[in-house]
């Protein structure tokens, strides 16, 4: 047990491997740009420190659609139902 808490052994030195200064490849912390000023933030940020605006995710599946996108695929569902509708009909 003496041996275990000999620190200053030869055999006991530090690797580079163990402890990196650098970050590991996958360990990035993502960020996003703030929908005020662009500034790239922390993507769990509540605050932009730059700016000093909330940053709300909206949630919507739609945010951040052209409006022109969804007025096509709207109308494009509405000319899918139009078509079904006019085969049994007929």
């Known amino acids: 047990m003496s041996d275990y808490l000999n620190f200053d052994s030869p055999d ?3 690797r580079d ?3 990196p200064d650098e970050p590991v490849e996958g ?3 993502d960020t996003v740009a703030c929908p005020q000023c662009g500034e ?5 940020a509540v605050r932009c ?10 949630g919507s599946p739609l945010a951040g659609w052209p409006t022109w ?3 096509l695929g ?7 139902v139009l078509a079904v509708a006019g085969l049994h009909c007929g």
Request: charged fraction near 30%; hydrophobic fraction near 40%.
């Open 69 to 71: 996108w969804l007025v």
């Open 17 to 19: 491997d163990e402890y």
């Open 27 to 29: 360990d990035e912390t």
């Open 74 to 80: 709207f109308a494009g569902v509405i000319a899918a």
């Open 40 to 44: 790239e933030v922390y993507e769990d």
């Open 12 to 14: 006991d030195e530090l």
């Open 49 to 58: 420190p730059a700016c000093g605006n909330y940053i709300i995710d909206s």
